[in-house]
Structure formats: structure tokens, C-alpha cells
RNA sequence: GCGGUAUUGGUGAAGUGGUAACACGGUAGAUUGUGGCUCUAUUAUGCGUGGGUUCGAUUCCCACAUACCGCCCCA
């Protein structure tokens, strides 16, 4: 038997079902804030993710699926979208229009140890925008995020907020933390000392050291803020209040990607036995990417949620889609000609129609009919078919009843 | 990339160095045009893949693959 590659994953059932489902209530949930669907493609130069994730980040580092095309030409499959979209944006000249909403879904690539909720090919459904820089829009994009999926029905979602700040507190911050560390490098973790570094920022996120007085004594982002920062934060804080988004500060949050400043957020749902899958959105502000790819000067904000993880917690949680059951079952008592043109026409009117081909027993049918739970059963066998009626039985009353073929379509709709 | 656990039918699973329980599901019939209950029959020449040891392996050994858990990292 041939195995689906390490890390795929099939979804079909009810989990496929709701996959489709929770994509397309996200859809029109950005709709309605006026954000449009863009596309783009599956895979891009290496270039752009080297220079767009970030050198230093995981990543880029050792997680890319990256290949030579047939003319050796380096090309790597996205490991997520915020790059690609950014270059379409800029390679489109969309910034011609002073602000930009984008929402996007697809599968995303990392070479990575798989582990249930996280996989090599994962689907993310993000939003992305561009030319707004305003405490409250970012609470709004935080806002969109949580009502949707408080909306699907996860609940105890707790919203965890951070300041990286602007380019220059962050780096004054790395500075810090150096000096701050440098000396206690010995009590650490060999993991940290490597992040000393690799990227001094995530020693705060460090598990093995959490308890560590090192790390709890460690300098604050905010205490690194510049003014401007700081006020942008702290109007950030009021905005969530107003929007009734409820969250908590965590200033050992920084993410792993190397774009992010000022407003980094993640969204985690508490009752999960996913252990780290619960991250199930995250996001930020990257006002620097896209200066940084394309030498404008346009903030830009946006967040990823990882669908499969959304899929498992929905199921965790028990919620369910909602379900297409069947209108009526067509049974086809060996009249194949009168049968099909009855599908065919109740199906064209709108009616969720199924019916055998298989030219099964009665009672195999009903037995099928028993899974479906239709309203309608349509029984058509030889008299009827002789007489032009079909004998439409109530799936609830159990009562059967004589219709003309000519008013079938008719009585149906009534009922 | 590192460490650990696991892998038996459509599903949940028991089991043993000598040739695969049980339950659910599926199919057919009892019941030739009215089911969902009940009863009966049937449903893996095969126990992740490839080697090895053995008279004989699903059971022991080795390698590989995949899944899951922890680390790393992230959605």
C-alpha cells in the first residue's frame, strides 16, 4: 500500500465537512467587512521568503520546501502567505488605492516533526491590509479574528496581546535583553543559549526555563517602548474594551517571524488537550515588510488561522456543521425511465434529492432511507409508473398519498 | 533535527511460535409493494512494508514507513 506522504493530510466525513464549512463562513464573514478575496500563488522564489520571513527565523532556516525547478532556478513552496501577498500587492502597484483589505485560504508548506494539529501541507485562512495605521483598526482586525471564531463556536478563547514596538525601542529592547542575559547565559537552557544568538527575543518563550527567576526578572518590552509606542499600545488596549474583545497582555509573546512590530497578538483556545496546536490564530503589524520588499513606506497589519487546528477544536468542542440532509428519497422499484426523469426534475426544482443505482430490494432501501431521514419518500414502481402518479409518502406520519406526475412538483412545494 | 510509544478487517478491538475471539457496520434471506425490531447466513489465505531466525512467524530479531507524545518551532 502506498501512504499518503509524512506530515498530509486526508479530511472526508464530517471533518471534510466542516472544513468546507468553517472556509466558507469565513468568507463571507470578511465579506461583510469589506475585504476581498485574493489568490496567489502556491509557490514563489526563494528570495522572496528569505527576505520577507526573515533569515533568522525557523522557518526559513531549516523548515522551507524549496527546490530547482528544471532550470535551476530556486523555488520554494509558501510556508505562509504574508510574503506572497505583499509582493502581489506591490508587484500589482495596488498601493495606487490608498487602503488595501485582502483575505485569503490555502495550503501552506513546512518542513517540520509532525504532531496531530500540525502538519507539513496545513491550510491557513488569513487576512491581510494595507495603508491603515490606527490603534482601532488594529483592534478591529483582533476583533474579526475572535468573532469568528467565537462565532463557529469555540468557546474560552483567550486573546493574548503584545508591543514589540517600532523599530528602534525593538532594538534597544534586543540590547537589553543582551546585556541582561550575557552574564546568566551558564543557568540557562542549552536551547536558550543558542536563541542568545539566534534571536535573543525568544528566550522569553522558553518552556524549559519558564519558572526560571532569570526569565521572570528579565526587561519588559514596554519598558523599551518609545513614547509612540506606548501610546499606540495603551489606545490599543482601550479600542479591544470597546469592541468587547476580552484579552490579556503577555509580554513573553513575540512571535517567531521577523516582521512583526508593535501589535503582535495570538489567539488560544484554554481547553485543549492540543497542547501547543491550541495556537490557533496569530498575527500582527509589520510596517516595515513591505519597505522592506518593495521601498514603500505602507503599515500593514494582518493574522493567519490555522484551519486543521480550527477543525480538531471544533470537534473537540463538539460543534457541527450544519448539515444538508436530504429533501427526498426517490425509491426506484425497478422503473428506471420514469425514476431518473422524476430525480432529474425534483432536482431541478431545488429539491436535495437521492435515490438507488443499484437496483437494490425494497427493504434495502428503506434501510437506506433510514440513514438519510428524508421528509419525502417517492415510491415508483409499476403501477405507478403505468398510471402516471407516484405514491409520496411522509417520512414523519408514515401516510402515503396518490400524486399526478403533472402536479408532483406542485404539491411538493406546498407541503 | 533529537528522544519516546504505537501499527491486527470498513470501524472499535482480543490474541498466540503452529496457522486470527468478540462487538458494531456491510451484504443476502426469513418478509415476491412498504422499512427502522428480531432471527439466520455471510463478511481478514491475512495481522504497516521489506528482510532475517525457525520445520513453521501476525507473534522473536533488524531495517524502513507512517501515526501519536515530548523537545525545537509554529497555524
Known amino acids: ?30 465579506n461583510m467587512y469589506n475585504y476581498n478575496y485574493v489568490k496567489i500563488p502556491t509557490f514563489e522564489t526563494s528570495e522572496l521568503y528569505k527576505r520577507g520571513v526573515g533569515e533568522s527565523s525557523d522557518i526559513v532556516n531549516k523548515e522551507m520546501y524549496d527546490f530547482l525547478d528544471k532550470s535551476d532556478r530556486s523555488m520554494t513552496l509558501r510556508p505562509e502567505f504574508t510574503a506572497g501577498v505583499v509582493r502581489m500587492f506591490l508587484e500589482n502597484k495596488l498601493y495606487s488605492k490608498e487602503t488595501n483589505k485582502f483575505y485569503y485560504y490555502g495550503s501552506a508548506f513546512r518542513y517540520e516533526r509532525p504532531q496531530s494539529g ?13 495603508g491603515i495605521k490606527n490603534p482601532y483598526f488594529d483592534a478591529e482586525v483582533i476583533s474579526i479574528a475572535y468573532k469568528m471564531l467565537t462565532d463557529l463556536g469555540l468557546k474560552d478563547l483567550v486573546v493574548q496581546i503584545n508591543s514589540l514596538g517600532d523599530n528602534s525601542s525593538r532594538e534597544a529592547y ?6 541582561y542575559f550575557k552574564p546568566k547565559l551558564d543557568n540557562l537552557c542549552e536551547d536558550c543559549k543558542n536563541r542568545f544568538n539566534t534571536n535573543v527575543l525568544r528566550i522569553l518563550d522558553c518552556k524549559v526555563d519558564k519558572d526560571n527567576e532569570i526569565l521572570k526578572n528579565a526587561p519588559k518590552t514596554l519598558n523599551y517602548l518609545s513614547e509612540e509606542s506606548k501610546e499606540y499600545f495603551d489606545i490599543l488596549k482601550t479600542a479591544l474594551n ?11 509573546l513575540v512571535r517567531g517571524l521577523d516582521y512583526y512590530t508593535d501589535t503582535v497578538f495570538e489567539i488560544v483556545y ?16 509589520y510596517d516595515n515588510l513591505v519597505n522592506e520588499l518593495g521601498k514603500i513606506n505602507i503599515p500593514a497589519i494582518g493574522f493567519s488561522i490555522g484551519v486543521e487546528r480550527l477543525v480538531l477544536l471544533l470537534n473537540e468542542a463538539n460543534v457541527k456543521p450544519i448539515d444538508n440532509k436530504v429533501d427526498i428519497y426517490v425509491m426506484n422499484l425497478g422503473q428506471d425511465k420514469y425514476a431518473y426523469e422524476i430525480v432529474d426534475m425534483l432536482r431541478n426544482s431545488g429539491f436535495i434529492t437521492e435515490t438507488d443505482y443499484l437496483n437494490k430490494s425494497m427493504k434495502a432501501q428503506f434501510k437506506l432511507v433510514d440513514d438519510l431521514n428524508p421528509d419525502y419518500i417517492l415510491i415508483i414502481g409499476e403501477d405507478e409508473a403505468k398510471g402516471n402518479y407516484v405514491t409520496v409518502k411522509d417520512n414523519l406520519t408514515k401516510e402515503n398519498k396518490k400524486v399526478e ?5 406542485e404539491y411538493l412545494s406546498m407541503i
Open 405 to 409: 406526475f403533472d402536479e408532483l412538483i
Open 242 to 252: 470597546v469592541l468587547e474583545v476580552p484579552f490579556e497582555e503577555n509580554t513573553s
Open 270 to 285: 484554554k481547553d485543549s488537550n492540543l497542547g501547543n496546536a491550541s495556537v490557533v490564530c496569530g498575527g500582527g503589524r
Open 1 to 30: 500500500m502506498i501512504q499518503k506522504p509524512k506530515g498530509t493530510l486526508d479530511l472526508y466525513g464530517l471533518e471534510g465537512k466542516t472544513y468546507e464549512y468553517v472556509l466558507s463562513y469565513m468568507s463571507s464573514f470578511l
Open 174 to 179: 534586543k540590547n537589553a535583553l543582551r546585556e
Open 118 to 130: 500540525r502538519y507539513r501541507e496545513f491550510t491557513q485562512f488569513g487576512v491581510e491590509a494595507f
